[in-house]
């Protein structure tokens, strides 16, 4: 599935990989599940991890 896919890039740091499958999960567990679902929760998480991790890499590399 997405979600299993996207989690497993998540899980290795391959997180180019993992952005669109996670955001297209959590598109779709919005409207399937709501936002107050565990599931969907879980996901939304992944996704914040996802995007401060691109942030501060992104900041790194201005500083070098």
């Given at each position: ?44 998480n992944k ?18």
């Amino acid at each position: 599935s997405l979600n299993s896919l996207g989690g497993l890039y998540f899980e290795m740091d391959n997180y180019t990989a993992a952005e669109p499958l996670l955001k297209k999960v959590i598109e779709i567990m919005k409207k399937v599940l709501g936002v107050e679902h565990p599931d969907y929760l879980s996901n939304l998480n992944k996704s914040t991890s996802l995007q401060i991790h691109n942030h501060l890499k992104h900041r790194s590399l201005f500083r070098l």
